[in-house]
Structures are given as C-alpha cells and as structure tokens.
C-alpha cells in the first residue's frame, strides 16, 4: 500500500473563517479613560485641498494579471463551514474611549507590543479577504495605508496576501519614520511588492485592482481628513457609485473604521465610503452597528480574558485555528450566478502515464497517474484526499450515492469498509458494479472511476477493523447502519453500554455483518478544470489485447 493512502487527513492547512454558532447578549461598561495609544492622531485641517493624479502605469500591473496565477490558482482555499449569526445587538460594539483603554491595558500590564497587535490584526484582515475573495479572481490588491498603526495593519496584510497568491501593491503616502514602520516596508520590498505614490495611482482605480484594501485611518482618527487622504477617499466614493451605475467589480476592504467614518456614529454625512467588507478588531466599534455591507468580520484573536472581564465583552468564539469570525448573515446569492473560472496547467495525452496504475505489480501497487494526482492532493494538505463519492444501483436501476473514505489500493483495486446490512451492501449483491469519484478542489481536479465489486477477504476486513480506534469499532456494531431507530438517544444508550462490555480493554470481535469491498477498475476520467469551461478530459478504458489487459487513452470533449 502506498504512503500516501496510509494518511488519514483530519484538518485543513488552509487557515478558514467560520461563522459562530451561538447568540451572545449585549452588554459594555463605559470607562473615562483618554489616552489613545494604539492608533494615529491626525490633527485636523483647516482646510481640505484637491489631489492631482499623475500618469497611468497600467503597463506594470497588467505584468501581474491573474491569469499568470497558474501555480496558487490550484491551491486555492477550500471554502469554510458556515452558521449564521445574527448580531445587531448580540455582541459588544466599542466607543473610542473604550477601545483605547483596552489598546493601553494590553500594551501596559498585559505584555503586548504594538508590533505583535498589528501582526495579529493584518493576519486578521488578510485571512478574511481570503476566505470572499479568491485570489484566482480577485488577484490585484491595492493597500492605502495611512501613517498610523491603521496604515500598519495594512502593511502587515498586504505582506500576508503576498504569501497567500495575491498580487499586493501598496500606496503609502505619508510614512511614519520609526523601526517598526520600516521594517514592514523593507519586508513587503524584500518580496517584490510594489509601492506606488499617490501621483503613480491609476484614474481608474478598477481598472487596474481587484480589491482595495482601506487601511488609512483608525479607531483614534479625530477631525477631518488632510491631503492626499481626503482626495483619496473622495475618489473612492466617486469610484463606489460608478460600481453601482457600470456594474464594475472593485471590493473595498476597510481594517477597523471606514476611512472618513465618525468612529461611535458611522458616515454621518451619508456621502463617505461604503465598504463592501469591513474588518472589525479585537471588537466591533459602534460605528460597525452602521455598516450595512455583505461582509463583516471580526479578527484579532489576541483578548485575553482579563480583558473579557474587566470590560464585559461579549464577543463570538472563534472556530478551530481560525483568526476571524464572520458576523452576521451570509449575504442571499443567485445560485444560478455561482461559478468558477478555473486556472489550471494543462493536462496533455504525452504527459501522462500509459496506465492509470501498474497492473503487472504482483506484491505492492505502484499508483502511476492516479497516485501523482492522489499524492498531490496530499501535498498540498486537503482535507481528507481519500473521500470519495460511491455510486450504487438495485435491479430497479435507482442509482444512490454517499461519501466514503478509500482504505487502500492494491493491484485488484480500491476498498472501502461499510455495514454489509447498509442500502448500499444490498444495492451490491444484487448489482455488483459501482462508480467511484474523488474530487479534490483546492486542485480543480476530479477522477471518476467504474468497475465491478466484490467483498475483501474476512481476514483483511479483521485486519483493518482492529486497526481503526477503538470508539469506531464500538460505533461500528452500535450503528445497524440504514435500519430506521427512534433518535441519537437511542444510539448513544446503545454506544454507552457497549463500551461498558468492552471496558477490560480486550479485543473487540469484529461483527459479522462488517467489512470491505473492492472495486477493480475498468475505466478511469481524470479531469482537470480549465478557463471558459475548456476543462481536460482523459479517459482510460480497459481492453482485453492478445490475451492481456491494456489501457486505451482517449480525450472527451468538456
């Protein structure tokens, strides 16, 4: 058996947003502390000034394209489980005085650094434009970035786009001359990442970037914005209703408070930047009660609970090793409209192997092209490469399908392990032929496999059975699998007891009516998705030549 089938994928390495699960009640204590430590103070102008714009470099950002993304294109995130929360007032929103005292307490007694804070933050930010926006088709980033610790977080998300197959580029106009500012700067240079002036901008904006990253101002802004930033924002609003009226598809991600926004009462004049996503950190400020756009979510997984106590907060758990949360409905979506514009190497006859695995191998398999596929499904960390779909039919010609896990391969075929008292045992003995279909997203890749099936030996199910934990051989003679019971009561009585015969520790006898299948293939589909749906099929059929077993390869149209 090969390495890789041994594996048993139990968690993703794509770092993923879920929505939480539960309701919160509200509730915040105001505090009457002053000092503003995180965030930057900008004096206000006496007057507001018109930011000229100078020549288009289109010619540099059409040299970094999507379409050249062919590499990250295929490992692209897999898409997270979600759960809707409502929040209105189901979790803390904080004003300005509150969110600066909790910025001091974790940088006074608590230990933080500003710089750990904005490594948590852009992390935060960067993660969430990945789990809505995927860098196959939302691949040029423009980060504004202010001169504050607003504009760090920026920075610092930008580097991290960088590394998750974005396209950053980076306007940073009025840079702060401290260590730590320029050190962000010479690691996002140090990765080729360019940064642009506010003369170098593009007239259109849309034309040239994907999502816009707002990272001007934070939670401590006070006053109206002075050049270049009040111009910046002038043209971003221009720019939204532009969006509205021409259908164009530029996001706009603001860290924190929208750029222009009164942190505690939101776009008072009605006429400041809209955000299609707005990242809240380490809570929500009361002006994210006046966002109104498809995407909020809340990152910074860094509050300690003294923080939660002292202040009350009621805030949403995050899920697993994710570094934000979303809050609030997932926004209602055309299914019709859902679609995916694959980016993918091509998949050619002369770069294949001439069996899809060796038959001739008498003591151990040697995969061929589906273990390279299989492997680099592996490699690059989905989560359980070995689920597969099985496809059964009765007499009656009623197909059903499940998902199942591949235990191993051998030169007769592939096996799984099931109840022989399941629909699909019975679907089996009384037609014994199958289709199995691996689909592996993150890779844009699918094999389909037919064939005939028959059960494995009593001694490799005995086998396999005494190798699986011991709460699943328990669960397994628990569950009479596909038979009606009266609720998970009823099952979970039926574990408890068996698991108190079982307590000496002693072998578990394998049941009766447990074991495996094996399906030997006579035909695979590999499948590999393309642009404008020009996907690669290649399909091995078997053929019985001069007495022996050859693979027929032919091409199918998409």
Known sequence: MHPSLLLLIRRSKTMRCLITQQLLPFSITALNTTNLSRSFHYPPPSTFHSGSFGPNLRSTFRGFSSNSEE??????????????LQISDSISYLSQQEAASIDEILMGPLGFSVDQLMELAGLSVATAIAEVYRPNEYNRVLAICGPGNNGGDGLVAARHLHHFGYKPFVCYPKRTAKPLYNGLVTQLESLGV??????????????????????????????????????????????????????????????????????????????????????????????????????HFLGGRFVPPSI???????????????????????????????????VSPEFLEEQVESDPFDQNKTTSIVFLQFQKWFDDAV????????????????????????????????????????????????????????????????????????????????????????????????????????????????????????????????????????????????????????????????????????????????????
């Open 308 to 342: 939660v106590d002292k202040f009350k907060l009621q805030l949403p758990p995050y899920p697993g090793t994710s570094m934000c949360v979303r809050l609030g409905k997932v926004p209602q979506i055309d299914i019709s409209a859902l679609r995916e514009n694959y």
């Open 194 to 295: 360019p940064f642009l002036s506010v003369e170098d901008l593009p007239v259109d904006l849309s034309n040239d970037f994907d999502i816009l990253v707002d990272a001007m101002f934070g939670f401590s802004f006070h006053g109206a914005p002075r050049p270049p930033f009040d111009d910046l924002i002038r043209r971003l609003v221009y720019l939204q209703h532009q969006n509205r009226v021409d259908q164009k598809s530029l996001a706009i991600v603001s860290i924190d408070i929208p750029s222009g926004w009164h942190v505690e009462e939101g776009d008072t004049s009605g006429e400041g930047i809209k955000p299609d996503m707005l990242v809240s950190l380490t809570a929500p400020k009361l002006c994210a009660k006046k966002f109104g756009g498809p995407h």
């Open 71 to 84: 590499v990250r294109g295929m490992a692209k995130s897999v898409v997270s489980s979600v759960h809707s």
């Open 379 to 558: 490699a690059a960390g989905l989560k359980e490469p070995n689920a597969m779909a099985l496809s059964t039919a009765a007499n009656d010609g009623k197909p059903s399908s499940r998902m199942v896990l591949l235990k191993g391969v051998d030169k007769d075929g592939f096996v799984w392990y099931t109840n022989y008292g399941s629909r699909k045992a019975r679907e089996l003995s009384e037609n014994p032929r199958a289709s199995l279909l691996f689909y592996w997203n993150g890779l844009n890749r699918q094999v389909r496999l037919e064939g005939s099936v028959e059960k494995v030996s009593n001694e490799e199910s005995e086998q396999y059975f005494h190798s699986r934990p011991r709460g699943s051989q328990i669960g397994a003679i628990a569950s009479k699998q596909s038979t009606i019971i009266p609720g998970r009561d009823f099952l979970q009585q039926e574990y408890k007891e068996l698991e108190a015969k079982f307590s000496d520790g002693g072998l578990i006898p394998k049941p009766e009516y447990w074991g495996g299948y094996r399906l030997k293939p006579n035909l695979f589909e590999f499948w590999q998705g393309q642009t404008s749906r020009l996907h690669d099929r290649l399909c091995y059929s078997a053929e019985e030549i001069d007495g022996r077993m050859v693979w027929k390869i032919v091409r199918l149209a998409p």
